[in-house]
């Protein structure tokens, strides 16, 4: 799993865009295993994801692009 | 091809319960006939503690009817979301709420995840596109990728872009596409509880048109989407019926905002038995093992797909979920002595 892009926390779930801070991201965390961020962690907007068969890219339109 | 209602050809000696076993060592271990729906269904209905026999029986029909080789495939999304229908198990329709937003992946990219395939010994490399099918803008795509990648790299190209009509049917058998992937996903019956947007019957239409321009025909579906088991030995029935040169098998990976999003996954003594049962029905087709895999049956479920009539995998990610990594399958194909299916070869 990539890291937020610099300068940024983790404010909000990759997976649910949910705020970090809340409970109940149980299931986004067994989910994260196996599933690419959908959501940027710093802003909660659905990013553009791009699987291959060896990775992934998923791209903010605010903060950028991380990728596996 | 015609459609059947009813299951595959009556055969005489329908067992009893309970000898289900020994009927299909003789008849498809033997004889290599696949069994009959009914038989399809007493073979899902096997309680857990023969699921070792039956696994067992199902890698005997996989080798005496396929042989050891594994065919090792590649996987990678085109044109991803934004899709028109309404397939319930689906995160890349644009009528649900899901959070797959669409995309498209230009021609370099498929080059290199191509190039990135045929290294682990992969002979198979699919080119997949959320849509109902493809526009002139995907055909031109597509022709672009297929010509790009067979210029580079060494590998099958195998396509899956929805429903075609006679013309595209034949471009892409032009293009040099071997195989075409397009699933009837369930049995007829239960059709219309996956998908509104379209028929069953539409699907197998494209199938139709697929084999009569000379292509391979790849079809299977998901299992776990709410089906009974009699719709389950249904599928298996009607797949046959097909005779299919690759049948992928899925089990259903419930995807946030899906209408079938909150359903439970299925069993892995239940994914196991379906493994197995499909195989007997079909002794000599390419079985794949391909999505839900993972969450379904763990790591441990992969030796055990092997050995239960598998011979065939999708190595490394899937369209818009993450796979195991493609060299925990290639180290086990070695460790169980599988080899990888060569390039030249047809199972």
């Known amino acids: 799993m990539a890291e937020p892009a610099a300068?940024?926390?983790?404010?909000?779930?990759?997976?649910c865009g949910g705020p970090s801070v809340d409970v109940g991201h149980e299931r986004c965390a067994s989910r994260r295993t196996l599933e690419p961020p959908r959501f940027c962690p710093q802003c909660a907007r659905r990013m553009v994801v791009q699987v291959d068969p060896f990775g992934w890219t998923a791209r903010c339109s605010r903060h950028g692009e991380t990728h596996s | 091809m015609s459609i059947s209602t009813t299951s595959?050809?009556?055969?005489?000696?329908?067992?009893a319960a309970g000898d289900i076993l020994a009927t299909a060592r003789e008849q498809v271990?033997?004889?290599?006939?696949g069994l009959t729906q009914?038989?399809?269904?007493?073979?899902?209905?096997?309680?857990?503690e023969s699921l070792d026999d039956l696994l067992a029986l199902a890698h005997d029909v996989r080798m005496r009817w396929c042989g050891p080789e594994v065919e090792v495939e590649g996987i990678i999304s085109l044109k991803t979301g934004g899709c028109p229908e309404d397939c319930h198990f689906c995160s890349q329709s644009g009528l649900f709420a899901s959070p797959v937003r669409a995309a498209w992946l230009d021609v370099p990219m498929l080059v290199e995840a191509a190039k990135q395939t045929a290294k682990t010994g992969a002979t198979e490399f699919c080119i997949v596109a959320a849509v109902r099918g493809p526009d002139e803008r995907l055909m031109a795509q597509v022709a672009a990728g297929v010509a790009a990648i067979k210029d580079a790299v060494d590998i099958n190209v195998a396509c899956s872009l929805g429903m075609l009509d006679p013309d595209q049917v034949t471009r892409l058998a032009e293009m040099g596409v071997h195989r075409y992937n397009h699933n009837l996903e369930t049995a007829r019956s239960y059709f219309p509880n996956v998908v509104t947007t379209h028929t069953w019957e539409e699907r197998w239409e494209t199938l139709r048109l697929v084999r009569e321009a000379g292509m391979e025909v790849c079809c299977g579906g998901i299992v776990g989407m709410g089906?009974?088991?009699e719709q389950r030995a249904e599928f298996a029935a009607q797949l046959a019926e097909l005779t299919p040169d690759e049948v992928p098998l899925n089990f259903l990976n419930p995807r946030p905002g899906t209408p079938f999003g909150e359903l439970e996954q299925m069993s892995g003594p239940d994914a196991?038995?379906?493994?197995?049962?499909?195989?007997l029905a079909m002794p000599r087709t390419v079985l794949r093992f391909a999505g839900g895999r993972e969450i379904t049956l763990g790591d441990l479920g992969a030796r055990q797909g092997l050995?239960?009539?598998?011979n065939a995998v999708i190595v490394g990610n899937y369209l818009t979920t993450l796979g195991r990594p493609a060299e925990s399958d290639i180290d086990?194909?070695?460790?169980?002595?599988?080899?990888?299916?060569?390039l030249n070869e047809t199972l």
């Open chain 1, 7 to 15: 300068g940024g926390a983790a404010e909000f779930c990759d997976q």
């Open chain 2, 8 to 15: 595959t050809s009556d055969r005489a000696g329908t067992p």
């Open chain 2, 29 to 33: 271990l033997e004889r290599g006939e």
């Open chain 2, 38 to 48: 009914e038989q399809v269904l007493e073979v899902l209905q096997l309680p857990d």
């Open chain 2, 227 to 229: 089906e009974t088991l």
């Open chain 2, 272 to 279: 196991l038995r379906t493994v197995a049962a499909y195989r």
């Open chain 2, 307 to 310: 050995l239960g009539g598998i």
């Open chain 2, 332 to 342: 086990l194909l070695g460790e169980l002595q599988m080899p990888i299916k060569a």
